[in-house]
């Protein structure tokens, strides 16, 4: 038998605290998740926009034609010797460079126009016989447009010294 004043409360439950219904929670992380997406793509779209803006290359609509004299020759020659033996290539390549400074000297450039740039060595193996290919590089850079055009019109005549001048010797 039941008392009406017992505290049985076991049929009755005790309102919810939340004012979500359980529903909502579950909505919670797609929205979190529709947030970062829209958050991302307007990262994205910054980032296009930047890069646009952060372009600055120059359009040109038209036809004109105008010359340019440089301000700054660069001439970059490239030249090897190959011998049975590394010190016969590497003196090879020492009086190529003294012809090549020579060269230039007779043309009126000064000495520190023209500077080494790099050398390379390659050692080849043919049936047990070596051989010692020296590659150096020398550029020639200078103001004096007129003297550097002059030069590259004669630079056979570092060739007639012996001077084995590789392919891209060339001025820029």
Same mark, same amino acid.
């Given at each position: 038998?039941?008392?009406?004043?017992?505290?049985?409360? +076991?049929?009755?439950?005790?309102?919810?605290?939340?004012?979500?219904?359980?529903?909502?929670?579950?909505?919670?992380?797609?929205? %979190?998740?529709?947030?970062?997406?829209?958050?991302?793509?307007?990262? %994205?779209?910054?980032?296009?926009?930047?890069?646009?803006?952060?372009?600055?290359?120059?359009?040109?609509?038209?036809?004109?034609?105008?010359?340019?004299?440089?301000?700054? +020759? =660069?001439? #970059?020659?490239?030249?090897?010797?190959?011998?049975?033996?590394?010190?016969? +290539?590497?003196?090879?390549?020492?009086?190529?460079?003294?012809?090549?400074?020579?060269?230039?000297?007779?043309?009126?450039?000064?000495?520190? +126009?023209?500077?080494? #740039?790099?050398? *390379?060595?390659? =050692?080849? *193996?043919? *049936?047990?016989?070596?051989?010692?290919?020296?590659?150096?590089?020398?550029?020639?850079?200078? #103001?004096? %447009?007129?003297?550097?055009?002059?030069?590259?019109?004669?630079?056979?005549?570092?060739?007639?010294?012996?001077?084995?001048?590789?392919?891209?010797?060339?001025?820029?």
């Amino acid at each position: 038998m039941r008392h009406e004043d017992s505290d049985d409360t +076991a049929g009755t439950q005790a309102p919810s605290a939340s004012f979500l219904p359980r529903r909502a929670f579950g909505l919670l992380p797609v929205g %979190i998740l529709a947030g970062a997406l829209v958050l991302g793509g307007w990262f %994205i779209g910054d980032g296009f926009r930047r890069a646009k803006v952060a372009d600055r290359a120059v359009t040109v609509r038209g036809l004109s034609e105008r010359e340019v004299t440089a301000d700054l +020759a =660069t001439w #970059t020659l490239a030249y090897s010797a190959t011998a049975g033996d590394m010190a016969s +290539a590497q003196a090879s390549v020492d009086r190529d460079s003294q012809s090549i400074r020579a060269f230039f000297a007779e043309l009126g450039f000064p000495a520190d +126009a023209l500077q080494p #740039t790099g050398v *390379n060595v390659q =050692t080849f *193996n043919n *049936n047990g016989v070596a051989t010692f290919t020296v590659r150096q590089r020398m550029t020639l850079r200078t #103001t004096d %447009i007129d003297r550097a055009q002059k030069a590259v019109k004669r630079q056979f005549d570092l060739v007639r010294r012996g001077v084995m001048l590789e392919e891209g010797s060339g001025m820029a």
